[in-house]
C-alpha cells in the first residue's frame, strides 16, 4: 500500500527541510533542537497537502516550497508549546523537546521555528499570508479551549469548537494557500479550505479516538484532554460510543471526497482522496470498521 512517505511531494518536502537545517548556524543548540524535531518521524502531512492543492489547481508545486515549509514549521512549534502547556513526555516514540532539552529551551525553539515560518511565508500575496495568520491564531484559540476542557460542562459543540480551531484551522489554511500559489478563484479557495477542514476534523477524531482506546503508544502525556469519545461515554456505552464516533469521522471524510469529487481527475486529486483515507479510516481498527458498517 502508498503510504505519504511514497508521495514525490512528502519528498520534495524532506529534501527542503533538509537543506534548511543544513543552512542554519551551528553556533545555539536551535539547530541541533530542529534537526531532532525533523527526524522524529513526522509526515508533513499538511505540507504535502498544501502542495497537491496547488497541483489540483494546476499550480506548479515548486512555487508551493516555502510556503508548504512554513506550514511545516508551524505545526511543530505548536506541538513543542503543546506537549510543553500538556506536560507531554513521548511525541512520535521520542522524548518531547521540553523533556530533552528543558522548557525553556523547547519554548524559545517553538518560538524561532514561528518566526523562520513567518519568513517563509511572507514571500507570498496578502491572501495566503492572511490564512497563515489566521490559522495561528485559531490554534492558540483552541489550544486555551482544550486546556480548559477538564470540566463535566464541556460538550460536543465546546469539543467541535477546540478541534476546528485546534486541528482543522491547519489543514484549512494548507489547502488554501495550496489554491492561493496557484492562482485559484475564490470559489476554489474557498471549496479546498472546507475540504481541509473536513480532513482536520476528522483526523482529530480519529486520533482521539484511537487514544480513548489506548492505542496510542507513540504518544504519552501527564494531561487528558476532554475528547467527543469520553463526552458520548457519559450517556451511552463503550460500543455504542465507538459506533458513534466513527460515524462522526464517516461524515467528515465523505464531507471532504465530495468536495474532491467537483474536481477532474487527475494525478493530485488520486492522492489527496488516498490521504484522506490514510489518515482517517485507515487507522481505526478493520473489525471496528465493518462492525459499523453492518449497523448502518
Known amino acids: ?20 537545517a543544513a543552512s542554519m548556524d551551528d553556533s545555539s543548540n536551535i539547530k541541533k ?10 509526515k ?14 494546476g499550480g ?16 511543530s512549534a505548536s ?17 518531547s523537546a521540553h523533556k530533552k532539552y528543558g522548557v525553556p529551551a523547547a519554548i524559545l525553539c517553538g518560538d524561532f521555528l514561528i518566526s523562520k515560518a513567518i519568513s517563509l511565508i511572507s514571500s507570498y500575496g496578502n491572501e495566503s499570508v492572511l490564512e497563515f495568520g489566521r490559522a495561528g491564531m485559531y490554534m492558540a484559540e483552541g489550544e486555551t479551549i482544550d486546556i480548559y476542557s477538564s470540566d463535566r460542562k464541556f460538550r460536543k459543540m465546546n469539543y467541535f469548537d477546540c478541534i476546528s480551531k485546534k486541528t482543522a484551522s491547519l489543514f ?3 489547502a488554501a494557500i495550496g489554491a492561493y500559489v496557484a492562482g485559484a478563484d475564490r470559489e476554489l479557495v474557498l471549496k479546498l479550505r472546507e475540504f481541509g477542514q473536513y480532513v482536520g476534523n476528522a483526523y482529530q477524531i480519529v486520533d482521539d479516538l484511537l487514544e480513548y482506546l489506548d492505542r496510542l503508544g507513540d504518544k504519552h502525556s501527564t494531561y487528558e484532554s476532554v475528547t467527543l469519545p469520553l463526552i458520548l461515554r457519559r450517556s451511552m456505552g463503550h460500543e455504542e460510543t465507538i459506533s458513534a464516533t466513527i460515524e462522526e469521522v464517516n461524515s467528515y471524510v465523505s464531507k471532504a471526497k465530495g468536495i474532491l469529487d467537483d474536481f477532474s481527475p487527475s494525478d493530485a486529486r488520486d492522492k489527496l482522496l ?6 482517517t479510516l485507515d487507522l481505526l481498527p478493520a473489525n471496528m470498521l465493518e462492525e459499523n458498517i453492518s449497523r448502518s
Do not use: N, W
Not at 506548479?60 to 505545526?75: G, Q, T, V, Y
Open 44 to 57: 508533513s502531512i499538511r505540507p504535502t497537502i498544501l502542495i497537491l492543492c496547488t497541483e489540483l489547481c
Open 172 to 174: 484549512a489554511a494548507s
Open 79 to 95: 506541538l513543542i508549546h503543546d506537549d510543553v502547556l500538556d506536560g507531554g513526555l513521548v511525541r512520535r516514540g521520542v522524548e
Open 1 to 20: 500500500m502508498t503510504e505519504i512517505e511514497d508521495l514525490e511531494e512528502y519528498q520534495l518536502i524532506k529534501t527542503s527541510m533538509d537543506k534548511l
Open 60 to 75: 506548479d508545486p515548486e512555487k508551493s516550497i516555502d510556503a508548504a515549509l512554513a506550514i511545516e514549521l508551524i505545526h
Open 274 to 279: 488516498m490521504i484522506t483515507d490514510l489518515i
Open 33 to 42: 533542537m530542529m534537526l531532532y524535531i525533523f527526524s522524529s518521524g513526522g
